[in-house]
């Protein structure tokens, strides 16, 4: 674990991988440093926002000796529940290059549930890890150049659904009506959370 500055009111932790980053984003919550204002994930990283002035060599201090446990359970958090409509079209494919063909796809996507590891790239995304692992597909190799809101989709270990349409190369394998962005509420999954998917009939 590398603790670096981010400008006078910030640290940035680099660790190994997503497993370390759930770990420690967990570890902060439970037992936040004086000061702490934010906790924002990434893949890779942990960037942690302090009230103005906070001692920040005392903050380093008290983040490098947290318990940081990767692969505990997660603490009880948002837990999500999300229709979706499993009619995607990628959904073949994706059960095709999986093995497990689209009714497959469906039970492995709805049969465990998903961590909200961290935000993307529009205000609501959010990359869901932490599910069946056969569900692990590469991005398409042509990405579409418009993706519907609500396109339920999957890219290497992650989950996702688009919040609005966008340009994208995830493998979609199905749809939701589910507000993942309001200006006044913000975001429905926020990080630390747990999403269930479920079949909409």
Same mark, same amino acid.
Do not use: C, N
């Given at each position: 674990?590398?603790?670096?500055?981010?400008?006078?009111?910030?640290?940035?932790?680099? #660790?190994?991988?997503?497993?370390? *980053? @759930? !770990? +420690?984003?967990?570890?902060?919550? /439970?037992? &936040? $440093? %004086? =000061?702490?204002?934010?906790?924002?994930?990434?893949?890779?990283?942990?960037?942690?926002?302090?009230?103005?002035?906070?001692?920040? #060599?005392?903050?380093?201090?008290? *983040? @490098? !000796? +947290?318990?940081?446990?990767?692969? /505990?359970? &997660? $603490? %009880? =958090?948002?837990?999500?529940?999300?229709?979706?409509?499993?009619?995607?079209?990628?959904?073949?494919?994706?059960?095709?290059?999986?093995?497990?063909?689209?009714?497959? *796809?469906?039970?492995?996507?709805?049969?465990?549930?998903?961590?909200?590891?961290? =935000?993307?790239?529009?205000?609501?995304?959010?990359?869901?890890?932490?599910?069946?692992?056969?569900?692990?597909?590469?991005?398409?190799?042509?990405?579409?150049?418009? *993706?519907?809101?609500?396109?339920?989709?999957?890219?290497?270990?992650?989950?996702?659904?688009?919040?609005?349409?966008?340009?994208?190369?995830?493998?979609?394998?199905?749809?939701?009506?589910?507000?993942?962005?309001?200006?006044?509420?913000?975001?429905?999954?926020?990080?630390?959370?747990?999403?269930?998917?479920?079949?909409?009939?």
């Amino acid at each position: 674990m590398k603790v670096l500055p981010y400008g006078d009111a910030g640290l940035l932790i680099e #660790v190994d991988g997503l497993p370390e *980053v @759930l !770990a +420690l984003a967990d570890a902060v919550r /439970a037992d &936040p $440093p %004086d =000061g702490v204002l934010d906790v924002v994930p990434a893949a890779r990283t942990v960037l942690l926002t302090f009230v103005p002035r906070t001692d920040l #060599v005392a903050a380093r201090r008290a *983040v @490098l !000796a +947290l318990p940081v446990e990767p692969g /505990a359970p &997660p $603490p %009880d =958090g948002k837990d999500i529940e999300i229709a979706v409509v499993y009619d995607g079209p990628d959904l073949d494919e994706v059960g095709r290059l999986t093995g497990l063909g689209a009714a497959g *796809v469906v039970e492995a996507h709805t049969g465990t549930p998903w961590r909200v590891a961290f =935000g993307g790239f529009a205000p609501g995304f959010a990359y869901l890890a932490g599910g069946d692992p056969r569900l692990d597909v590469e991005r398409r190799a042509e990405p579409r150049t418009s *993706v519907p809101p609500g396109s339920v989709g999957l890219a290497g270990e992650f989950s996702g659904i688009y919040p609005r349409a966008s340009p994208g190369g995830w493998q979609l394998i199905g749809r939701t009506d589910a507000v993942l962005w309001d200006l006044e509420r913000g975001a429905l999954l926020e990080p630390g959370g747990t999403v269930r998917f479920v079949e909409a009939r």
